[in-house]
Nanobody, 125 residues
Framework: QVQLAESGGGLVQAGGSLRLSCAAS????????MGWFRQTPEKQRELVAT???????NYADSVKGRFTISRDNAMNTVYLQMNSLKPEDTAVYYC???????????????????WGQGTLVTVSS
């Protein structure tokens, strides 16, 4: 079993920064891909950024150049540094981990996939 615990959400003004953290516990060797998704009441859950165990990253176009995903394997933690935040970044951010992902960054059928409980990020204008 793998558990994910997020922290770091909150309220920030437009142009500001936040860093989200996601600590994994359990059989972390079964989750080589970790990342972040976000969701609002108006939109489906969407990929923000992912990082595979070898360091390969994938970002949504809307966050490229502003957000950076990183991973501390010794601490079993993945981070999302969010800079130049915009009101449209307001969402619940979910940590995600999987043993294999499809082209959308979601867990491939039949493979382990785990979600965190979500943390709210609110960007005021």
């Amino acid at each position: 079993q793998v558990q994910l615990a997020e922290s770091g959400g909150g309220l920030v003004q437009a142009g500001g920064s936040l860093r989200l953290s996601c600590a994994a516990s359990g059989n972390i060797f079964s989750i080589p891909v970790m990342g972040w998704f976000r969701q609002t009441p108006e939109k489906q859950r969407e990929l923000v950024a992912t990082m595979a165990d070898g360091g390969i990253t994938n970002y949504a176009d809307s966050v490229k150049g502003r957000f950076t995903i990183s991973r501390d394997n010794a601490m079993n933690t993945v981070y999302l540094q969010m800079n130049s935040l915009k009101p449209e970044d307001t969402a619940v951010y979910y940590c995600h981990a999987a043993s294999l992902v499809n082209k959308y960054g979601l867990g491939a059928p039949g493979y382990l996939e785990v979600w965190g409980q979500g943390t709210l990020v609110t960007v005021s204008s």
